[in-house]
């Protein structure tokens, strides 16, 4: 895995040129960190917006933490002398303790982003009344967590580091840096208007288009990033790093975490469980020709003959993540997918006859599971016929609460993710040898 050093710097000096300032002898070291192959770093997600019941991880358990909460706040102010000062005084006024302080320069008016400690009695509406009151317009307030107490510069390296070391990161690390918004990855041959004949990317310029709450980049790859949030306009300084992150992402090029897994099969055959991407595609269409029509048509719900044409979707790190099953001749034998579907998450098996009801598409499954837990997903989702009693059982032997949706033969099964949900699903009958 190669990566070239200097391109990881200018595309960090572009992430901080529109956030928090940082000492340019800071980013060659760092980017020096991000460049090395191998690292392998594990991430805290938030998990929800609410801080925990019982503490805000900002200060010891007892009665101090149980009466105070955490609040992310947004609200824009006149650009004028005192303006801010007077927002701040009102806070102060009530025993609001500002945390931290983000300024968003827009060309009328200032967005001011803050993370507070509010006594634990006042409620949002009540914080939005003061601050209007204060003089702040288009007041936004939600609850925050201890992860929010990240000084922003620190919280900006995390995410270029996170999206430098796995491809697949990017929808996630754009969502952590935006908040709560809808990611959708736009392929070429869909993103451009219906009928249009040039590339999918032609209608938004290299630079990408800001219009209110959408903003939409140029995917390395081609098609479209598109990102929406409803609730809340992007600022041009939010627009800024997400498209250095892009940036990133396209220097660096095609990467996979390098980490793989080696079980051994209660028949005694060894397998490797690893990441894939698109230059998988060729095996897993020679794994397609050793399918039988019902497995294929089992996994896919359409015509066989057009199974291969979703492979290279599918293997794409742009729109999810694939874990590959191998044999030690290097053969793949299944293939299982987590797929980002805007706010929701998808997992798919396909598991190659002769190795079927051998416990492989439960380690599969209990291996995405675990990876959609750690991104923060609440759910997942799998697309089935209400004959295949394969995946369904493999479903319930996650033992997480389930949800059971038919119509006309086709099967969707719901399972809700827990803090407790496991971090894989041990393979029936099998034993780790190790890990590289």
Not at 98 to 108: F, N, R, V
Not at 143 to 170: C, F, K, N, Q
Not at 368 to 379: F, I
Request: aromatic share 4%.
């Amino acid at each position: 895995m190669s990566r070239d050093l200097s391109d990881v710097t200018d595309a960090l000096t572009h992430l901080f040129a529109h956030g928090p300032a940082v000492p340019a002898m800071l980013l060659a070291p760092v980017a020096a960190l991000i460049a090395t192959a191998g690292v392998r770093t594990r991430w805290s997600q938030r998990h929800g917006q609410a801080p925990p019941p019982d503490d805000t991880g900002a200060r010891p358990p007892g009665a101090e933490a149980e009466a105070s909460a955490l609040w992310r706040m947004r609200t824009t102010v006149r650009d004028a002398p005192g303006s801010l000062a007077a927002l701040c005084a009102a806070l102060a006024d009530r025993r609001i303790d500002i945390l931290s302080l983000q300024t968003h320069p827009l060309a009328e008016g200032t967005v001011d982003e803050f993370l507070l400690r509010a006594p634990g009695e006042l409620a949002g509406s009540e914080l939005t009344e003061l601050v209007t009151e204060a003089g702040g317009a288009h007041t936004w307030t939600e609850r925050a967590d201890a992860h929010d107490l990240v000084d922003a510069p620190t919280r900006l390296l995390g995410l270029a580091t996170r999206t430098a070391l796995d491809a697949a990161e990017l929808p996630l690390a754009l969502r952590q840096l935006l908040g709560r918004c809808t990611i959708r990855s736009l392929p070429a041959s869909t993103a451009g208007s219906a009928g249009s004949a040039g590339s999918a990317g032609d209608d938004v310029p290299p630079q990408g288009t800001l219009e209110d709450t959408v903003l939409r980049l140029r995917a390395p790859e081609g098609g479209v990033i598109s990102v929406e949030r409803p609730y809340l306009p992007f600022t041009p300084a939010e627009f800024a790093r997400a498209r250095a992150l892009v940036e990133l992402d396209a220097r660096l090029g095609p990467r996979l975490p390098r980490g793989r897994d080696e079980l051994t099969l209660s028949e005694g055959r060894n397998i490797t469980v690893r990441r894939a991407d698109t230059r998988d595609v060729e095996a897993a269409k020679a794994m397609h020709e050793r399918c039988s029509a019902r497995t294929l048509g089992m996994r896919y719900h359409g015509p066989v003959g057009d199974a291969d044409r979703y492979l290279n979707h599918l293997l794409s790190p742009r729109f999810g993540r694939t874990l590959a099953v191998q044999t030690a001749s290097g053969r793949i034998v299944g293939l299982g997918h987590l797929l980002w579907d805007g706010d929701e998450t998808e997992v798919a098996l396909l598991v190659e006859d002769a190795w079927q009801r051998r416990g492989v598409g439960a380690e599969l499954l209990g291996r995405l599971v675990a990876m959609a837990a750690e991104t923060g997903c609440e759910s997942v989702y799998a697309v089935t016929q209400a004959s295949n009693t394969g995946m369904v059982a493999a479903m319930r032997g996650l033992g997480l609460p389930l949800d059971y949706q038919i119509e006309e033969g086709t099967l969707v099964v719901t399972a809700r993710l827990t803090p407790a949900s496991p971090a894989a699903v041990p393979l029936p009958h099998a034993e780790r040898i190790g890990t590289d």
